[in-house]
Nanobody
Framework: QVQLVESGGGLVQAGDSLRLSCTTSGRTLSNYALGWFRQAPGKEREFVAAISGGGGTTNFANSVKGRFTISRDNTKNTMHLQMNSLRPEDTAVYYC??????????????????WGQGTQVTVSS
């Protein structure tokens, strides 16, 4: 069992930056690939970014490429999503997730067995 807790959400203006964190507990973190997903009101949950267990492989949605970066520190059981040049369309609840597919940076939500409760990100225009 892996427990995930997101933090760092908030209200910002377009063009601002925000750093989300995901703190994990319960198992050896390097055995899990981690991902970020988001869900806006009235929309389906969508993939944002993912990182493999060792951190060597990353994957980003086209909508965030060049603006968001993902990183992890397995010694501190944390993962971060650095979000720059935020846009109003980035407004959503952001979720971190974990999968035992250790060596992948998978974009499929169905691959992730463990999920956090989410943190709200609101970007005003």
């Amino acid at each position: 069992q892996v427990q995930l807790v997101e933090s760092g959400g908030g209200l910002v203006q377009a063009g601002d930056s925000l750093r989300l964190s995901c703190t994990t507990s319960g198992r050896t973190l390097s055995n899990y690939a981690l991902g970020w997903f988001r869900q806006a009101p009235g929309k389906e949950r969508e993939f944002v970014a993912a990182i493999s267990g060792g951190g060597g492989t990353t994957n980003f949605a086209n909508s965030v490429k060049g603006r968001f970066t993902i990183s992890r520190d397995n010694t501190k059981n944390t993962m971060h999503l650095q979000m720059n040049s935020l846009r109003p369309e980035d407004t959503a609840v952001y979720y971190c997730a974990a999968t035992r597919l250790t060596y992948s940076a998978n974009a499929a939500a169905a691959s992730y067995a463990y999920w956090g409760q989410g943190t709200q990100v609101t970007v005003s225009s």
